[in-house]
């Protein structure tokens, strides 16, 4: 058991530090949802880019630093703690390039990974659809040969996609063999949002911003060559990638330990009285969930780094850092009083927390993965095929 | 940087657990609730020859955290935490046979007074041992003691981490013994543990366990104050006992079927050595004076 850094992990500290101190902007950027947001996330992804600290786990030839998964926990939990923006490459950055890395073609690696890691290229998760959610293989939007031009039809509608409202390119799952049943028979494609065909229809999320979309496809094209992982193979392509989402990737303990500093410091600034004795108890609680999150990330790291993977140990995870950021920021709120409804970075972040238990699969599915994955309790016996319904 | 125990470490979990699966310790924590410690004397004897006693003055807390876990998944009966966590510490060597202490408020009774070779109010002998009271864990023997102590800091922190790596051993026993069951029980024509309510109820469980342990261990290591794994620990391990009970059902409330051992001390640990809201008092008071927080 130990918990110190290297020398060099230090010196990572130290500069990562340093150039976040210097750069990160004094004043908050809007908000990715709307068109002028969108435009200074972008830039300044291109800025973190340029000092090369877009992809510090990536390799050199890609724009990144060849960190390794200690560094990168440093990187992110310096990032947090420096208040900078919101990283609006997120689900290319985190959801797709592990994939690409994995399963991606040089061709694809070349052409896609570039571009998304200066935030040139924007990219947007397209797997729900309306009649498939936490049950994603029972999904319905199709592939069609066409062997004409060597590529593939796609029809269908996706929807709650999260950025797709301003991004560029978008990946999903389609239905490429009819025949075949759920989980069987799904490609894994790469699109751009503009091509023809495409549609995408903003939604207005709680706080009134187009953070996600509808994506309507009518024999949109694609070619062979935007194919991830091979024909039939989607399932087991975007699986892989659900696990980056409920583990490691989308939730730094950075993220928690800097929120729960700010509780602390938003708690001694209340004064006193009733709101603030009711918070007590949230804050010392916020400040627990943020110690054990960022300690368990270490174990995490040291068992990847020893060869092991996140398995279903990411929904245990995924439970809870959603339910943390809930409660986190419901303590915020209490601190606030009668202020609470006004608008305020709190409200803000309130307002995001509470769809952490939804996304990535909800916390109900995470539960039952927990439960069957990990303490081998028998799955629910499942209506049999053909069966009415 | 390795957050995860060591081959010398996880050697020393697998001598206690082989030891203690052995040992017929739920019959040694029922004779020793009935006022016959005999049996529960001889596996002291045997844990002290493991080298139990000795790791407070001659290991690290790690190891004294990976000691008590093993204890509480076992619900071992005695005065452990005085014995091998807090006497050592404050007294500055390792304790030669058994001993307990009271160091009120905080420790109101000297546990298991009436067999320990020695008792102490805070780190001064007493021979004024007095009344005794039934504990909600039978198994915990109170005495009311008198005199004065003051209170070695570090020895606390040390007996506060040991009750908190008791409480996740028996917390990880409840929750082991619960699923176990809910796979063999059926109703309406299944096994329990396939429905959700069941499922997301140990679920909950598990998760809180394992969010509880780095606490624990963080504890260990000096990262967070013993405080914070106190918390963390009660509530995960009170959240176990309380829904092994629930998913048991009645069986599960009579004396006679073993979760009842593990739910009584769970509940009796909870307020051991500081209650909850105490150390989250602690907690809050080091964080509103601190601008920094402690998290480097």
Known sequence: MDLTLSESELAFQAETRAWLAAHVPAEPLASMDTAEGWAQHQAWERQLSDARWSVVSWPERYHGRDASLVEWVIFEEEYYRAGAPGRVGQNGIFLLAPILFDHGTPDQQDRFLPTMATGERIWAQCWSEPEAGSDLASLRSTARRDDERGGWLLNGQKTWSSRASYAHWGFGLFRSDPQAQRHAGLTYFLFPLDADGVTVRPIAQLDGEAGFAEVFFEDVFVPDADVLGGVGAGWDVAMSTAGNERGLSLRSPGRFCAAADRLVDLYRETPDGPDRDAAAQGVVDAWLGAQAYRLYTWGTVTRLAGGGDMGAAGSVNKVFWSELDIALHETALGLRGPAAEVGSTWLDGYTFSLSGPIYAGTNEVQRNIVAERILGLPREPRPSRGAPT | ?296
């Open chain 2, 1 to 296: 940087m390795r957050f995860e125990p060591t081959d010398d470490q996880r050697d020393l979990a697998g001598a206690l657990e082989g030891l203690l699966s052995a040992s017929d310790t739920v019959a040694v924590a029922r004779a020793w609730a009935d006022g016959d410690t005999a049996a529960g004397l001889a596996l002291w004897r045997r844990l002290a020859d493991l080298g139990v006693t000795m790791l407070a003055t001659e290991a690290s807390p790690v190891e004294v955290a990976i000691a008590f876990e093993a204890l509480g998944r076992h619900a071992v009966p005695g005065p452990w935490v005085e014995s091998a966590a807090y006497l050592p510490i404050a007294l500055g060597h390792e304790v030669e046979g058994v001993a307990t202490l009271a160091l009120p408020p905080l420790v109101p009774f000297a546990l298991d007074a009436d067999v320990a070779d020695q008792v102490y109010v805070g780190a001064t002998p007493t021979d004024q041992v007095g009344a005794q009271h039934p504990s909600v864990d039978r198994a915990r023997r109170l005495f009311e003691v008198t005199g004065t102590a003051e209170t070695h800091p570090e020895a606390l922190d040390l007996a506060v981490l040991a009750t908190s790596a008791q409480l996740l051993g028996a917390g990880e026993r409840v929750l082991a013994d619960s699923v176990a069951y809910v796979k063999q029980r059926k109703q309406f024509g299944r096994q329990i543990g396939s429905y959700q309510a069941i499922k997301h109820c140990l679920a909950d469980v598990r998760i809180a366990l394992d969010f509880a342990r780095p606490l624990v261990v963080g504890a260990a290591l000096g990262e967070v104050p013993a405080s914070a794994a106190k918390v963390a620990a009660a509530d995960a391990a009170y959240l176990a006992s309380r829904t092994g009970l629930q998913v048991h059902g009645a069986i599960g409330y009579t004396a006679e079927f073993d979760l009842s051992v593990w739910i009584t001390k769970i509940r009796a640990l909870v307020s051991a050595w500081g209650t909850p809201a105490h150390h989250r008092a602690l907690l809050l008071g080091s964080l509103v004076d601190s601008r920094d927080g402690t998290d480097r």
